[in-house]
């Protein structure tokens, strides 16, 4: 068994041929596409962990030579000598001086969840921003820094999943159009076309209202609406090289039509799709935080950028709410816009083939 570098470069294909290492270099001398790709995942793996950033239970107790995980279990308070076999509240004093008798807290840079609603209040909710609650807290009296956090990763998560699964259906439904031609082409053409034309929002908002609004739910939503985004795109590199002189050789050698289409002209037509997604990326985020915005996106109660915009609208009084939304928004989608060019220019052919 070969397992030389000739073998890994097999292996990897597309990501170590000569081309794309040139397309590579070309990616990192753009400084600021390249810079904010490494912000942009630094950001979203720091947010991957928000219960280690921004929780009202403390990451670890150390309690009689036992050590305990708050964050990931339950405890009753009956396990730290307390009277009540409910869960225990970490943040009632009572709790905490039973643990500091026989032992420590670790507790999260900010002691508090997306949900936790601070009671402790010295004036009406929302209140500024303070050594308490870094960003102030909304019109519940919840912290707006934590919900940032978690609706920071709830965005990204949302965005690319719906990113990944209308570009697979998308790339699947062009590479068909594009390879068969003829009749199939044309009545997908005028399907696509109605199906375009449609309302969309419109739509999004009626089905919301009548289905239970959820992270999934709202996943199919959108994705019946988002998956022709790169159709027009493959059908058009299918349609050009489905008459080029190697896939006719493989058709008479008698290789099968899915091999052809997905071994042989699908990676021709990647260079051209693959400088799409990170604007689509861009427009799932953008699509999920206006349905927010609207009321018609996730469950109330969910930390969601778009709800943050609704309260800053809510609250003119508190323009720490509707700026902190704004610039959170605003930096996540230039550094995405900022990647997208980037990998824009690094396929250019008269930047490659140089």
């Keep these: 068994m070969n397992t030389g570098p000739a073998a890994t470069s097999r292996f990897l294909g597309f990501a170590v041929t000569p081309i794309n290492r040139r397309r590579w270099e070309n990616f990192r001398r753009n400084r600021r596409g390249f810079w904010s790709l490494w912000v942009f995942l630094g950001l979203f793996a720091l947010c991957l962990f928000a219960e280690l950033l921004a929780n009202d239970r403390p990451i670890l107790v150390v309690y009689d030579g036992g050590l305990y995980t708050p964050v990931t279990t339950v405890y009753p308070e ?27 807290i670790l507790w999260p ?8 609603i601070d009671t402790a209040l010295d004036r009406p909710a929302p209140s500024p921003p303070d050594g308490r609650h870094w960003l102030g807290t909304d019109d519940q009296a919840r912290d707006v820094l934590a919900r940032v ?13 719906l990113t990944l699964m209308s570009s697979a259906i998308g790339i699947a439904a062009g590479a068909v159009q594009g390879f068969y031609g003829g009749l199939l082409d044309l009545s997908f053409q005028r399907f696509i076309e109605i199906w375009g034309g449609m309302p969309t929002l419109y739509i999004l908002i009626i089905l919301s209202s009548v289905i239970v ?61 693959l400088t799409f ?72 052919p008269r930047k490659t083939f140089r």
Excluded at 262 to 272: C, D, I, S
Aim: charged share 15%; aromatic share 14%; proline share 6%.
């Design 78 to 104: 009956t396990a730290f000598g307390g009277d009540f076999p409910t869960e225990a509240v970490y943040t009632d004093p009572f709790v905490q001086e039973l643990i500091a008798e026989k032992g420590w």
């Design 109 to 116: 840079p900010i002691r508090f969840s997306y949900a936790t």
């Design 149 to 161: 956090i978690y609706g920071f990763r709830i965005s990204v998560l949302f965005g690319l999943l």
């Design 213 to 273: 609004p959820g992270f999934l739910s709202l996943l199919i939503l959108m994705l019946l609406f988002s998956w022709t985004s790169l159709v027009g795109v493959v059908r058009a590199e299918f349609l050009r090289a489905r008459s080029l002189d190697y896939v006719r050789a493989a058709r008479a050698l008698g290789v099968s039509d899915t091999v052809i289409m997905f071994r042989h002209m699908l990676p021709n037509a990647m260079v051209a799709t």
């Design 277 to 348: 997604v990170p604007f689509i990326l861009n427009g799932s985020i953008t699509a999920l935080t206006s349905l927010d915005f609207l009321g018609f996106g996730l469950p109330p109660g969910s930390p969601s950028l778009g709800e943050l915009l609704s309260q800053g609208k809510n609250n003119l009084q508190a323009p720490w709410l509707g700026l902190t939304a704004f610039f959170t928004l605003a930096i996540m989608l230039s550094l995405l816009i900022f990647v997208g060019e980037a990998v824009r220019d690094a396929f250019d």
